[in-house]
């Protein structure tokens, strides 16, 4: 069986962005694949976040983790943390990456063009801890959105060049980008990612909102004036957001979309995009309520810990001795 990792970095609320693009799919891929899905909490520290948040955020990500459908009988949940062996091979893979290629990660580009403030080293060399985490488990494929695609790229890259120096020592993993919804955009300005790190709340949808005010993001979210419900990014890109938001939930093609809304005004459309979103996240709710009762989350992590632990363990110790830092 081919093994698949991936990671998400619950800084702030999960979003229907974070669902749609990744979480959902994991689903999907724990009956095909060898899956292994953590909390990049460490990640997560590059930027600064208030530490009583970030402790029920990293809470309630695992409980979302549960509520969206992983099961831990079928993968492996675990948090980044617990398993200290990211932390050391992160900075083996920082030594084997270079500047160059770090400075080319638009994700940090934009965060320099902006002019954000006290950008922290972390920020910066995160990439290097990235390749760490999927060379660790020697993963076929890594499922993750449109932005992360670019990070799995110099993650493959740094692998390549680590095996031709050092002889085979990583497999070389692929990314996998869904076809429909890899990129979600903002509800209020689509020409933006939907992000937890919005300012304004309006365009992003959280997992755990109520679900009046879902409804009313949705009903509010920025349109055009050209009046017809069709796929075009270019020219409508709330139009085009909104139903890549409905064919990843229902799997109607946008064809049947733009069928069913033929000759019916925008606030129609917008009504059953808000109906399918609530009628999802309902659900997801119920059974993360549920969850969260239960207080079942430190025993998922214990029992991921312990699996995920025994390969990295091996794989450090592999190759530590491989570049030489070990003297036994
Ligand atoms: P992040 O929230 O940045 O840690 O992302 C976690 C995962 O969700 C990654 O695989 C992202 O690519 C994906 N993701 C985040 N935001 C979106 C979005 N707006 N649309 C689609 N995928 C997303
Ligand atoms: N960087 C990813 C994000 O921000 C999270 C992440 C960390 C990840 N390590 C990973 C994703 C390894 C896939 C594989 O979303």
Redesign the pocket.
């Known amino acids: 069986m081919k093994r698949m990792l ?1 990671g ?3 800084t702030g609320q ?2 229907l ?2 669902y ?4 959902r799919n994991f689903v999907k891929y724990q009956d095909e694949y060898d899956l292994y899905v953590f909390i ?1 909490n460490l ?1 997560c520290i590059t930027v600064y976040n208030d530490p009583k948040e970030l402790r029920k955020n990293l809470k309630d990500c695992v409980a979302l983790y549960l509520a969206c459908g992983l099961d831990p009988e079928k993968c492996c949940i675990f948090l980044q943390s617990d398993v200290m062996e990211h932390a050391q091979l992160g900075f083996i893979m920082c030594c084997n990456t270079y500047l160059g290629e770090l400075n080319r990660m638009t994700q940090f580009k934009d965060k320099l063009a902006k002019g954000e403030q006290g950008l922290s080293g972390g920020i910066y060399t995160y990439p290097a801890l990235m390749s760490a985490d999927i060379l660790m488990y020697d993963a076929d494929y890594v ?6 695609k670019q990070h799995v790229e110099l993650c493959r890259d740094t692998a390549i060049r680590f095996n031709n120096r050092y002889g085979k020592s990583f497999n070389i993993p692929e990314p996998v980008v869904p076809k429909v ?5 903002s509800l209020s300005d689509p020409t933006k ?4 790190s919005e300012q304004t709340n309006k365009g992003c949808i959280y997992l755990l909102d109520d679900l009046k005010s879902v409804r009313k993001k949705i009903m509010s979210a920025k349109t055009d004036d050209v009046a017809k419900v069709q796929f075009d990014p270019e020219n409508q890109p709330g139009i085009s957001n909104l139903m890549s938001i409905v064919s990843a939930l229902t799997n109607q093609s946008f064809e049947e979309i733009t069928d069913m809304f033929n000759g019916k005004g925008y606030g129609d459309f917008k009504k059953y995009v808000a109906d399918v979103v609530c009628d999802e996240l309902s659900k997801i709710q119920e059974r993360y309520n549920h969850i969260i009762e239960n207080d079942i989350i430190e025993d998922v992590l214990a029992k991921g810990k312990a699996k995920a632990q025994i390969i990295a363990h091996k794989k450090l110790d592999q190759i530590q001795r491989t570049i030489g830092i070990e003297i036994r």
């Open positions: 991936s998400i970095k619950p999960l979003t962005g974070n749609i693009g990744a979480l990049a990640h499922p993750v959105g449109e932005d992360q919804g890899a990129k979600i955009m990612k939907m992000s937890k």
